[in-house]
């Protein structure tokens, strides 16, 4: 182990010295291409002394060591230039020895110059290793055409080759660092020709010459032996003492080159995705002092972020936070490092609270040692700012980004990457809280940054080029949204091949914004090419291949396909519980998938069993107050509104309003979205003038943040027309609705699922009009729209043929009302499965039908499948079951049982009064059924016997 010069300086001091000051000499970092030079104006103070000196012209200065004796330590608290930076990361604040014969030399390095050859260095190791990526992918490819390998060798091999890179990528600034920081000073010349052939990215000629000056096999017993012999001549008499003495300093100056050649090697192997003997490297770098904190992190974060493993990281980590509060007390930089790569292994493993607690602990050590501008405060504040924004702060994240960025700024210059992963995080948590333009804004000078410094084919211009097409998504700006995923996915194809995850994610992205524009055979077509390449690539079992099941079971689910649909959920479902468990937040969003196919199937038992799953896993692992819980809350109330169970529905509504606006306030889309929501309920009550006020502000905010042009927008204009037509004020109703209608066909074209929507609306808008033939040109174009778009087996294309048959029951037309109500039968039985409740508005609309013919016998039949159905599924108290008995009642009335008649309407008229109230058009019509069904009983009862 390695023991400290300043012990046996000490012990070879006889007698105290009679100057007690520190010389010493302040000279800057030696480069390949710059040489070493003094350094004045360096502010230079000693823990414990009153008052700084400062570095002549010279880079001379001397320090006063009252009551110090040679050997005794002491410690440096600031060493200071504007510009400059200590070279040696922990010089400052490490125990030194005193002597008033060997000056105290500090090497500094120009802040600016540093960054600029860091940035150098970076850009070369990235070039090698894109270079080796690409050959090594040849390689592989050659060989499965050659069949030297399996398919199965193959997948495995470019599944590590992949992580290989992405994962190089994640350690290149570390590296780049490192080299940045190296002194030439002192090194041979071949020492300096293998650290120039690294920085230039000629690591094969490095590694060649490294072999020729050492041996990494004999690294661990050469040092033993060496420290052996120490320890045997320390053992002797005295006057081998200052024999010892030369031997340590020459051991240590051996060991210190020794972990450096290691660390070359390192590098080198992680360039040519070798972990195997990067690990042997960086090991045995670390096992030659274990009490080194700098060799003990370097290796942790090659465990973390290169192998995941967290456990072995964690270790490293650990004795590196004993031994730099050994070293360098509890507030010292390199303890405030190892609580932030502590709480990163937290981070990684998604337990938040725990990584907030390590960060935090960091960040209270920074302040108080750092000055307010020092980059590691920067980097502590982005830690804290993505374990926040994981845990759906947003505000709170935004302020630490807010904090970071000035500092970073003025460390490193507005062009850095630093700056430019910073304005990125920035735009993502902008994002989340719905502010676009400024998300959008903040992202473009991220890309910008990187397109500066890196070139614009660099794969990080890809990334953010995706994040910018999510934005775009979310304003509505579709086909500018399209053009942004393509132009990523040129990018990272070029960059890193068809089969890396970041080009996979482009063709997900692709896939999701063509079901936005309703072209859903497309979307198919690229969520499942991602499918095939993420499995191809990752495994059949990886989280990336859970997520495109969801995403392709989505799509079944619009296109009314719920069998395809629950079998992808399930497939996802299956992957995320072998991966994580129950409790996790992705296990909790597929039983949320998993609960709409299921309520689009009617089958609302298990959909409410899925959505309650879903909230009780978000509520254990996000809290109860996590901004996702919204989503699961207004799910849980649809179904109950389904169910015709109001209260219920209002109650889930507006708990989750509650936490969107305790998350976002009240000028966010997710707010808007449930004022939308309420509104729809309220309108469901009869309560009209509450729903208009939820729908009105809705719509408010959704034109100042979306602006008036926005899908969304038009979702607001729709449910506003449907309120009003509810309310007969019909020309208005007519005018928000074409405003909708215009707003989808401008964003969307005009064969969109929105667009048809809005044009059912607007066909029974007319029907109320008593504009027949105009409600049936209307409503046949919105069936056009969905057989158009292949969605010719779906809940929406079924209640338009039911909306038509309205339309033809109106003219009088019954047999071909008839067969429009087959049609939506035939439809909904399919997706909905021959026994399930969803049915009842087809029994009662085909039954209805046959009463008009004068078929009774049919009519009594399917009006009493509605309501058995109804009966079991809801009981007595549901809108659904008063119509069944109300047309069952006029069923039986018109075929003369007026008795019979009488009984059920006047059930139907108590069910709707006690739902609904007496003001409900509903409510009004049966009423109306009743009092003539009363008035053909007082007839009949007038009527004389003999008649």
Not at 42 to 69: C, L, P
Not at 98 to 116: E, G, H, K, W, Y
Not at 542 to 569: F, M, P
Request: charged share 25%; glycine share 6%.
């Amino acid at each position: 182990m390695k023991k400290l010069l300043s012990t046996l300086l000490f012990m070879l001091c006889l007698s105290a010295a009679t100057a007690q000051v520190q010389q010493g000499y302040v000279r800057t970092l030696e480069r390949s291409d710059r040489a070493s030079e003094a350094l004045s104006g360096v502010t230079i103070r000693i823990r414990g002394g009153h008052n700084a000196v400062v570095s002549g012209s010279d880079g001379r200065f001397s320090v006063a060591m009252t009551g110090k004796r040679p050997g005794d330590a002491y410690v440096l608290q600031q060493v200071q230039k504007q510009g400059y930076e200590v070279s040696e990361t922990g010089f400052v604040g490490r125990q030194l020895a005193f002597s008033d014969r060997v000056p105290l030399t500090i090497v500094m390095v120009n802040t600016a110059q540093l960054q600029a050859d860091k940035q150098r260095i970076e850009d070369n190791a990235y070039r090698v290793a894109e270079r080796n990526y690409h050959t090594r992918l040849a390689q592989i490819e050659e060989q499965l055409a050659a069949q030297t390998i399996s398919a199965e060798q193959y997948r495995q091999q470019l599944h590590e080759l992949q992580d290989g890179f992405e994962r190089f990528q994640q350690m290149i600034d570390g590296l780049a660092d490192h080299y940045a920081h190296t002194d030439y000073d002192g090194l041979s010349d071949k020492e300096r020709e293998v650290n120039i052939l690294i920085e230039n990215g000629d690591l094969e000629r490095a590694d060649s010459l490294l072999c020729t000056l050492f041996d990494p096999v004999g690294v661990i017993e050469r040092n033993r032996q060496a420290l052996a012999a120490i320890d045997q001549q320390e053992a002797q008499a005295r006057q081998l003492l200052a024999e010892a003495n030369a031997q340590m300093a020459a051991v240590l100056r051996q060991q210190e080159r020794d972990a450096e050649h290691l660390y070359q090697l390192y590098t080198i192997a992680l360039a040519n995705y070798d972990n195997d003997k990067a690990r042997q490297y960086i090991e045995t770098r670390a096992a030659l002092d274990t009490t080194n904190v700098e060799w003990l992190q370097e290796a942790g974060k090659f465990f973390n972020r290169q192998m995941a493993d967290y456990a072995k990281a964690m270790d490293y980590y650990q004795i590196a936070l004993r031994q730099a509060v050994v070293q360098y007390g509890e507030n010292s930089n390199e303890v405030a490092s190892a609580y932030n790569n502590i709480g990163a292994v937290y981070a990684f493993q998604t337990q938040l609270d725990l990584a907030m607690e390590y960060y935090m602990k960091a960040n209270a050590i920074l302040e108080e040692v750092t000055e307010p501008g020092h980059p590691g405060r920067a980097y502590n504040y982005n830690n804290i700012g993505h374990c926040l924004s994981q845990q759906g702060k947003y505000s709170e994240a935004l302020e630490y980004y807010e904090k970071a960025l000035p500092i970073l700024h003025s460390a490193l210059g507005m062009q850095h990457p630093e700056v430019a992963n910073t304005l990125g995080n920035m735009g993502t948590v902008s994002f989340s809280m719905g502010q676009y333009d400024k998300a959008l804004q903040l992202l473009q000078q991220a890309k910008d940054i990187w397109a500066a410094t890196s070139g614009q084919e660099h794969y990080r211009i890809a990334v953010l080029l995706g994040n910018i097409g999510t934005v775009c998504r979310a304003k509505g700006q579709f086909n500018k949204a399209l053009e942004t995923y393509q132009q990523a996915l040129l990018i990272s194809e070029q960059a890193l091949g068809q089969e890396h995850p970041t080009t996979m994610n482009q063709y997900n992205s692709i896939g999701t914004i063509y079901a936005d524009l309703g072209n859903y055979d497309k979307a198919l077509e690229y969520s499942e090419k991602c499918l095939e390449l993420r499995k191809r690539r990752l495994g059949e079992s990886h989280l990336a291949v859970a997520t495109s099941y969801n995403n392709i079971g989505h799509l079944y689910n619009v296109r009314g396909n719920n069998d395809k649909a629950i079998e992808n959920h399930e497939k996802a479902l299956e992957i995320y519980l072998r991966a994580f468990g129950e409790e996790h937040p992705l296990v909790a969003t597929t039983y949320n998938h998993l609960g709409g196919a299921y309520c689009d199937m009617r089958n609302f038992d298990k959909a409410l069993e899925y959505y309650g799953k879903a909230l009780e896993i978000s509520k254990r692992t996000l809290g109860e107050e996590h901004p996702d819980l919204c989503v699961r809350y207004t799910n849980i109330a649809l179904v109950y509104q389904y169910q015709g169970n109001y209260q219920k529905a209002l109650e889930y509504t507006m708990t989750a309003l509650q936490i969107a606006e305790r998350n976002y306030g009240e000028q966010h889309a997710i707010v808007a979205d449930i004022y939308d929501r309420l509104g729809s309920l309220f309108r469901r009550v009869n309560n009209l003038d509450r729903a208009q006020q939820f729908l009105q502000k809705s719509l408010d905010i959704r034109k100042a943040i979306l602006g008036d042009n926005h899908p969304r927008t038009a979702y607001s204009y729709n449910n506003l027309g449907l309120l009003l037509k509810n309310k007969g004020d019909y020309e208005q109703a007519l005018e928000y609705m074409q405003k909708a209608l215009e707003i989808f066909e401008t964003a969307n074209g005009i064969n969109h699922v929105n667009s048809a929507s809005v044009l059912a609306n607007l066909g029974r808008t007319y029907i109320s009009m008593n504009e027949y033939d105009k409600a049936k040109e209307h409503i046949e174009r919105a069936i056009a729209i969905y057989q158009t778009l292949n969605i010719d087996n779906s809940n929406d294309i079924a209640d338009a043929y039911s909306d038509l048959g309205n339309v033809y029951s109106k003219l009088e037309n019954y047999e071909m009302a008839l067969e429009c109500y087959n049609k939506e039968y035939e439809i909904k039985k399919e997706i909905l499965g021959a026994d399930n409740v969803g049915l009842t508005k087809c029994y009662n609309n085909i039954g209805n039908t046959y009463r008009k013919l004068e078929q009774f016998d049919n009519a009594i039949e399917y009006c009493r499948r509605a309501l058995d159905m109804g009966l079991a599924a809801y009981g007595e108290q549901h809108a659904s079951v008063g119509i069944a008995y109300n047309n069952l009642g006029l069923a039986y009335r018109d075929s003369g049982n007026i008795d019979l008649g009488l009984e059920l309407i006047t059930k139907a008229y108590e069910i709707y009064k006690a739902l609904m109230g007496d003001d409900n058009p509903g409510t009004r019509q049966i009423r109306e059924n009743l009092e003539k069904t009363n008035a053909m009983k007082e007839e009949q009862t007038a009527r004389p016997s003999g008649e």
